[in-house]
């Protein structure tokens, strides 16, 4: 069982920056991969990025590819998303998953754990 708890969120102004941080209890968090996915008002859920269980390999939609960067520190059980300069279009609730599966992935299905989410609203 893996508890994911998301933190970071919170009002920007267009080109700010906020870094997400998904804090996970239970044991071998190492060998899950993770990802963040985000869900728009009025929209569908939808993959942002992903990143293996050893941090080796990272995984992006092309809405976000360039933009957003996903990092893990395994010593703290702690994924992250940066985001160094935020958009309107970028605003959304923001979760984490964890899966099993070894590789970065974008399959929401794969993930096993799912996070509450943390509010990410960018003003223009």
């Known amino acids: 069982q893996v508890q994911l708890v998301e933190s970071g969120g919170g009002l920007v102004q267009a080109g700010g920056s906020l870094r997400l941080s998904c804090a996970a209890s239970g044991r071998a968090f190492g060998s899950y991969s993770m990802g963040w996915f985000r869900q728009a008002p009025g929209k569908e859920r939808e993959f942002a990025a992903a990143?293996?269980?050893?941090?080796?390999?990272?995984y992006y939609a092309d809405s976000v590819q360039g933009r957003f960067t996903i990092s893990r520190d395994n010593a703290k059980n702690t994924v992250y998303l940066t985001i160094p300069s935020l958009y309107p279009v970028d605003t959304a609730v923001y979760y984490c998953a964890a899966g099993r599966a070894p590789r970065a992935h974008g399959e929401a299905t794969e993930y096993e754990y799912w996070g509450q989410g943390t509010q990410v609203t960018v003003s223009s």
């Open positions: 990143i293996s269980g050893s941090g080796d390999t990272t």
